[in-house]
């Protein structure tokens, strides 16, 4: 997005109803969104052939990502390399691979681009390596902070432009309270020159609000742009659980050239606002944008549906910790309630991503009435450009012009990646 991209002073964008429902009467979800729809026209399925290439061959949903030219990038399973495909999916190279020496890896965790450097981050100890666009080793920044391989010590650190990069501490270096606007340096390093937050020790095992840093990876304090929990999942005193019934905001997506970060947020109370802010660099606000949502309340049946499941799976490890001795909840039920951090209305998004061309993509939570996800891209100006209904199984990921990559899962579970072309509406035939 562009500095003045969201500028205005959060302008509710697309206040007609009775235009969106008249658009299409399958578009029954959250969002309230004046725009035209387009259709997705499936191009091209990559991976769910019985008798595919090594680098379509995988068991999980892999991350994908574009460069400014359309070559998608993808990793699965964690591999030590980052597949580099051309605009129509052949494949044109690796990136990393396996190994201890420079540029190399054991797992590769998150991975993108600055500028013209493509990025992998090792899955454990975070540190970061850099790579020109041939895929040639450049250098890679040690991170010498906490491990990330428990629940309690996971943390964020990811590179952005200008020498800048985006931090959310692990919850041990957390205070349940919001913090100070600022970080100050108390000697850890991450990226080799990066602060601890100097706030007092959260208590053992249970849920706090982290800051979201950004700043100079030379320097060690850094602006704090908002704070968010340290994982949206049941928490019980034994261990953490992926049971993730309802999203909590704030969501964020680092800009593809790294230039900034954008984050959705919206009140948990009441979400009928989702409002997107563009931070620059510095950490500061670059613009501001909103798109009003309707309310969608949790009955009382689907909250308990949502801690029942939570305190089944919660039950495996109290079993365990029976076993051998350990600390286990008077309360299960209750300890689950609390961890799950249920509100009153459902979330008005479940994800976003960001596009090289400036667009923002927001997935409606609320399937259709034909069971179709809604998506509404903004434009650079943060005003609704159009809409796209998706099969509720495929998740858009990254999108250039009128091309957008997904991923979906076949009937047999197994995951593969899809290219549609957006067209008008009834186009796809």
Same mark, same amino acid.
């Given at each position: 997005?562009?500095?003045?991209?969201?500028?205005?002073?959060?302008? !509710?964008?697309?206040?007609?109803?009775?235009?969106?429902?008249?658009?299409?009467?399958?578009?029954?979800?959250? *969002?309230?969104?004046?725009?035209?729809?387009?259709? #997705?026209?499936?191009?091209?399925?990559?991976?769910?052939? *019985? +008798?595919?290439?090594?680098?379509?061959?995988?068991?999980?949903?892999?991350? *994908?990502?574009?460069?400014?030219?359309?070559?998608?990038?993808?990793? #699965?399973?964690?591999?030590?390399?980052? !597949?580099?495909?051309?605009?129509?999916?052949?494949?044109?190279?690796?990136?990393?691979?396996?190994?201890?020496?420079?540029?190399?890896?054991?797992?590769?965790?998150?991975? =993108?681009?600055?500028?013209?450097?493509?990025?992998?981050?090792? *899955? &454990?100890?975070?540190?970061?390596?850099?790579?020109?666009?041939?895929?040639?080793?450049?250098?890679? $920044?040690? +991170?010498?902070?906490?491990?990330?391989?428990?629940?309690?010590?996971?943390?964020?650190?990811?590179?952005?432009?200008?020498?800048?990069?985006?931090?959310?501490?692990?919850?041990?270096?957390?205070?349940?309270?919001?913090?100070?606007?600022?970080?100050?340096? !108390?000697?850890? $390093?991450?990226?080799?020159?990066?602060?601890?937050?100097?706030?007092?020790?959260?208590?053992?095992?249970?849920?706090?609000?982290?800051?979201?840093?950004?700043?100079?990876?030379?320097?060690?304090?850094?602006?704090?742009?908002?704070?968010?929990?340290?994982? /949206?999942?049941?928490?019980?005193?034994?261990?953490?659980?992926?049971?993730?019934?309802?999203? /909590?905001?704030?969501?964020?997506? /680092?800009?593809?050239?790294?230039?900034?970060?954008?984050?959705?947020?919206?009140?948990?109370?009441?979400?009928?606002?989702?409002?997107?802010?563009?931070? +620059?660099?510095?950490?500061?606000?670059?613009?501001?944008?909103?798109?009003?949502?309707?309310?969608? =309340?949790?009955?009382? #049946?689907?909250?308990?549906?949502?801690?029942?499941? =939570?305190?089944?799976?919660?039950?495996?490890?109290?079993?365990?910790?029976?076993?051998?001795?350990?600390?286990?909840?008077?309360?299960?039920?209750?300890?689950? /309630?609390?961890?799950?951090?249920?509100?009153?209305?459902? $979330?008005?998004?479940?994800?976003?991503?960001?596009?090289?061309?400036?667009?923002? &993509?927001?997935?409606?939570?609320?399937? !259709?009435?034909?069971?179709?996800?809604?998506?509404?891209?903004?434009?650079? +100006?943060?005003?609704?450009?159009?809409?796209?209904?998706?099969?509720?199984?495929?998740?858009?990921?990254?999108?250039? =012009?009128?091309?957008?990559?997904?991923?979906?899962?076949?009937?047999?579970?197994?995951?593969?990646?899809?290219?549609?072309?957006?067209?008008?509406?009834? #186009?796809?035939?």
């Amino acid at each position: 997005m562009k500095k003045e991209s969201l500028s205005r002073p959060l302008a !509710t964008i697309a206040v007609a109803l009775a235009t969106f429902a008249s658009t299409t009467a399958r578009a029954t979800a959250q *969002l309230v969104a004046d725009a035209g729809f387009k259709e #997705a026209c499936e191009v091209l399925r990559l991976g769910d052939g *019985l +008798d595919v290439p090594e680098w379509l061959a995988f068991s999980r949903t892999p991350a *994908l990502n574009l460069d400014p030219a359309g070559r998608l990038y993808l990793n #699965a399973d964690q591999s030590p390399a980052v !597949t580099v495909l051309d605009p129509d999916g052949g494949f044109v190279r690796y990136i990393g691979g396996e190994g201890e020496g420079p540029g190399e890896f054991a797992h590769v965790g998150g991975f =993108g681009f600055v500028a013209d450097t493509v990025w992998l981050q090792h *899955l &454990w100890e975070l540190h970061i390596a850099f790579f020109d666009s041939a895929g040639e080793h450049i250098r890679t $920044e040690m +991170d010498r902070g906490l491990p990330s391989s428990a629940p309690s010590l996971w943390r964020t650190s990811i590179p952005l432009a200008g020498g800048s990069g985006l931090y959310i501490p692990p919850i041990t270096d957390a205070d349940p309270a919001s913090g100070p606007s600022r970080s100050s340096d !108390t000697g850890d $390093e991450r990226s080799g020159s990066g602060p601890r937050i100097s706030i007092t020790r959260a208590p053992e095992f249970k849920r706090v609000k982290l800051p979201m840093l950004v700043g100079l990876r030379s320097e060690g304090a850094r602006d704090t742009l908002a704070f968010k929990y340290n994982f /949206t999942a049941m928490i019980t005193p034994m261990a953490t659980h992926g049971h993730e019934p309802v999203v /909590t905001p704030p969501l964020y997506r /680092t800009h593809p050239n790294g230039k900034g970060v954008v984050t959705a947020d919206w009140d948990s109370d009441r979400p009928d606002e989702v409002i997107l802010r563009h931070y +620059d660099l510095t950490g500061s606000v670059a613009g501001e944008a909103s798109i009003a949502s309707h309310l969608r =309340g949790v009955s009382p #049946a689907a909250r308990d549906a949502f801690i029942d499941e =939570g305190v089944e799976m919660a039950e495996r490890t109290v079993e365990m910790a029976r076993r051998y001795g350990g600390e286990v909840p008077t309360n299960l039920r209750a300890a689950v /309630t609390e961890g799950l951090l249920l509100y009153d209305y459902f $979330e008005p998004i479940s994800t976003l991503f960001l596009t090289h061309d400036e667009r923002v &993509w927001l997935r409606d939570a609320a399937p !259709t009435e034909e069971d179709e996800s809604l998506w509404v891209v903004l434009g650079p +100006d943060g005003e609704p450009e159009f809409r796209v209904l998706a099969p509720v199984d495929i998740i858009f990921k990254t999108a250039l =012009g009128d091309r957008v990559w997904a991923t979906g899962r076949t009937e047999l579970d197994v995951p593969f990646i899809v290219q549609y072309e957006l067209r008008s509406p009834g #186009a796809c035939g």
